[in-house]
């Protein structure tokens, strides 16, 4: 029995720790702290594997919820904000996270900046593409709450990033421009 307990999770673990470890490193930007956290995540599913087994697809949730959870809480601890020495600071290698653009860093830069909560709903929305129910049921919070904390991270991002997306009325895309801007805030098309 306790092979085939061993057996399983070794196998869950080779599957889960690539997108466990992107999804780490997208939060924090340091491969060697986002492979700590995928070990420290992996150590707490392992403890509670028995229990995590028996919900059959959903031992991927339950280590993401794991990771995301540690991950806040570590957020609110003040030794996190520390500097960080030279040899771990600059931008990743764009090729071993899959990212092929200046934008894609700079997004990724926009992203450290953003409060924990909404860090972690955009990660959960648009990296790990959950819908917001299950987004809320993994951070414990109402959709509602999801729905404000993904427009404030948007609102945030794009202040960061100094870019401006086309507002959408009715299925069709709103002019750019500022004249446009103005005019769906008084109703006007």
């Given at each position: 029995?306790r092979r085939?307990?061993?057996?399983?999770f070794?196998?869950f673990?080779v599957h889960?720790m690539?997108?466990?470890?992107?999804?780490?490193?997208?939060?924090?930007?340091?491969?060697?702290?986002?492979?700590?956290?995928?070990?420290?995540?992996l150590e707490r599913?392992?403890?509670?594997w028995?229990r995590?087994?028996?919900?059959?697809g959903?031992?991927?949730?339950?280590?993401?919820?794991?990771?995301?959870?540690?991950?806040?809480?570590?957020?609110?601890?003040?030794?996190?904000r520390r500097?960080?020495?030279?040899?771990?600071?600059?931008?990743?290698?764009?090729a071993?996270?899959?990212v092929?653009?200046a934008?894609?860093?700079?997004?990724?830069n926009?992203?450290?900046?953003?409060p924990?909560?909404?860090?972690a709903?955009v990660?959960?929305?648009?990296?790990?593409?959950?819908?917001v129910?299950?987004?809320?049921?993994t951070l414990?919070?109402?959709?509602?709450?999801?729905k404000?904390?993904?427009h404030?991270?948007?609102?945030n991002?794009?202040a960061?990033?100094?870019?401006?997306y086309?507002?959408?009325?009715?299925?069709?895309?709103?002019?750019?421009d500022?004249?446009s801007?103005h005019?769906l805030?008084?109703?006007r098309p």
């Amino acid at each position: 029995m306790r092979r085939d307990t061993d057996e399983s999770f070794a196998a869950f673990a080779v599957h889960a720790m690539p997108r466990l470890r992107r999804l780490a490193f997208a939060w924090c930007r340091d491969w060697h702290r986002a492979d700590d956290l995928v070990q420290d995540t992996l150590e707490r599913v392992c403890a509670a594997w028995g229990r995590v087994r028996r919900n059959d697809g959903e031992a991927f949730a339950y280590a993401r919820t794991t990771m995301l959870r540690r991950l806040i809480s570590d957020e609110r601890r003040s030794w996190r904000r520390r500097e960080v020495s030279a040899t771990t600071a600059g931008d990743p290698d764009p090729a071993a996270i899959g990212v092929d653009s200046a934008l894609s860093l700079d997004l990724l830069n926009a992203l450290t900046a953003l409060p924990p909560r909404q860090r972690a709903v955009v990660l959960l929305r648009y990296v790990e593409d959950l819908s917001v129910a299950e987004v809320a049921d993994t951070l414990d919070c109402s959709e509602g709450t999801v729905k404000s904390q993904a427009h404030r991270a948007r609102t945030n991002l794009q202040a960061h990033l100094g870019l401006t997306y086309p507002t959408y009325t009715s299925g069709t895309p709103a002019r750019s421009d500022e004249t446009s801007t103005h005019a769906l805030q008084e109703g006007r098309p």
